[in-house]
């Protein structure tokens, strides 16, 4: 084999292991956590840089043909079904679970949640369960106060 | 030869990672672990396709791998549309079955 042989195995040997490695990351996150949100985050990885660095790597072994184009059409459909599949996923977590609030903070409208990141803005995203239990009047009035001294 | 051997340990990978995600979807105490797992499953086997093709020479198993994108996307939209109405209507009928009747399955969020 040339020497340009050589590169063009190293390199898509190299995208393809890393798909691989994504994808283990993937199987790893979805073993490690707990709830389904959280499982979703590291599941919607796989679906985008996975199989986009595998099939990468098979476009640089297979050469610039027809079938390198139709690889590349399936990352380009990959990249805008997969978003599209873990928001309905998430909405039928959120619509079918009965006690949502024991895994996450849950915001009922915006403006709950706009007064929680005013009223703190370092721990809004950090904490845990830091301001969902004060109700919505009692966020306003502490923002107002706030605003006032 | 070398590129035959390279095929073969990603395949043989790839297998048995689809197995760590099966295990998964049946453990999964949520419908929506289930639903993730299918889907991670599915794109790992589109990836086992596409190495198949280029493994066999044979270009239209990469049309087939396409496809399979289009029908996995297609499932998980669907079943999750369908789990949500069958939701909505068991709730319905739990609640209020003398006053609301039977909300049909389009009585859900469809």
């Known amino acids: ?22 994808f283990f990351t993937e199987l790893f996150g979805i073993f490690h956590f707990h709830y389904v949100l959280n ?17 990468i790597g098979l476009i640089i072994f297979s050469g ?3 079938t390198s184009l139709k690889l590349l059409l399936i990352i380009i459909f990959l990249w805008f079904a997969s978003p599209v599949s873990s928001h309905v996923l998430a909405r039928l977590e959120v619509a079918t679970n009965e006690n949502l609030e024991a895994h996450c903070r849950v915001y009922t409208d915006l403006a709950t949640l706009e007064n929680a990141v005013v009223e703190e803005p370092s721990q809004a995203g950090a904490a845990p369960g830091a ?19 | 030869m070398l590129y ?25 105490p949520r419908i929506a672990d289930r639903l993730v797992a299918v889907n991670m499953m599915g794109t790992m086997v589109m990836v086992m396709i596409a190495v198949l093709a280029l493994m066999l020479d044979e ?18 939209v669907i079943l999750s549309k369908v789990y949500i109405g069958i939701y909505e209507e068991n709730r319905h009928t739990d609640n209020g079955s003398d006053q609301e009747g039977k909300g049909g399955i389009s009585d859900g969020n469809f």
């Open chain 1, 1 to 22: 084999m040339g020497i340009f042989e050589w590169i063009r195995l190293i390199v898509g040997s190299a995208f393809l292991i890393g798909g691989l490695v994504i």
């Open chain 1, 39 to 55: 499982r979703m985050h590291a599941a919607a990885m796989g679906d985008t840089l996975g199989i986009a660095s595998c099939l």
């Open chain 1, 64 to 66: 610039l043909n027809f």
């Open chain 1, 131 to 149: 301001g969902s239990d004060l109700p919505a009047q009692e966020q306003e009035q502490n923002t107002k106060g706030g605003a006032l001294s």
């Open chain 2, 4 to 28: 035959h051997y390279i095929y073969l340990t990603v395949l043989i990978i790839l297998a048995v990672m689809i197995f760590a995600c099966l295990i998964r979807a049946v453990r999964g």
């Open chain 2, 59 to 76: 270009g239209y198993l990469v049309d087939v791998c396409l496809v399979y994108a289009m029908i996995s996307f297609l499932a998980v």
